[in-house]
Each structure stands twice: as structure tokens, then as C-alpha cells.
Nanobody, 114 residues
Framework: VQLVESGGGLVQPGGSLRLSCAASGFTFSMYDMSWYRQAPGKERELVATISRTGVSTPGTDSVKGRFSISRDNAKNTVYLQMNSLKPDDTATYYC????????WGQGTQVTVSS
């Protein structure tokens, strides 16, 4: 199982980023996919989940209305569209694949700063 996140970087407050997570080594369409994030000194928190059937469920209230998760089973990829970014969104973002157990990617850094 391999999960490779990409798309992170430095963005100004109010800007947007789209994170991608490319999956391989398993049947992507059979797994629920999630994005988590962890900022320095803070606990990890769930950002959003999308089921294998495409139903999305938000995580932390702080991103509701600004972030959205989607998946493309043909490309074995899950996305996190992040809009109206705030400095508090600064964190390492991880994607996971879950069925009987949960697999984690290595993370991608997102920094929101002027």
C-alpha cells in the first residue's frame, strides 16, 4: 500500500490549494479515504472523509464550508480542495485509506502566511 500526497506549499491567507493523494497497491475503490492534519504542538484532527461510494463527511468544524473532499476511482486519487485558507490551517496534511485497517501517507506541508 502506498499513499503519496502532493500539492502542499506556501499560500497567502484567503488563497486556495488542492491537495492530491495518489494511491497504489490496493483496490482503491474498496476503501474509505480521509484527510487528517496536524499542526505543531496540536493534536491530529480529521479534516474530511469520503466513503468508497463517494459520500463525503466533514471532520473538524473549522473547515466546514471551505474544504471539500472528492475522489476519482479511475485515477486512484483522492483530493482535498481548500479555499479561503487561514493561518490556522497551517499543518501537515495526511491522507489515509481505511477498510479493515487504516494506512497513512507521508504527509504534505501546507503553510498559510502573508
Amino acid at each position: 500500500v502506498q499513499l503519496v500526497e502532493s500539492g502542499g506549499g506556501l499560500v497567502q491567507p484567503g488563497g486556495s490549494l488542492r491537495l492530491s493523494c495518489a494511491a497504489s497497491g490496493f483496490t482503491f475503490s474498496m476503501y474509505d479515504m480521509s484527510w487528517y492534519r496536524q499542526a505543531p504542538g496540536k493534536e491530529r484532527e480529521l479534516v474530511a472523509t469520503i466513503s468508497r461510494t463517494g459520500v463525503s463527511t466533514p471532520g473538524t468544524d473549522s473547515v466546514k464550508g471551505r474544504f471539500s473532499i472528492s475522489r476519482d476511482n479511475a485515477k486512484n486519487t483522492v483530493y482535498l480542495q481548500m479555499n479561503s485558507l487561514k493561518p490556522d490551517d497551517t499543518a501537515t496534511y495526511y491522507c489515509t485509506a481505511r477498510r479493515l485497517r487504516e494506512y497513512w501517507g507521508q504527509g504534505t506541508q501546507v503553510t498559510v502566511s502573508s
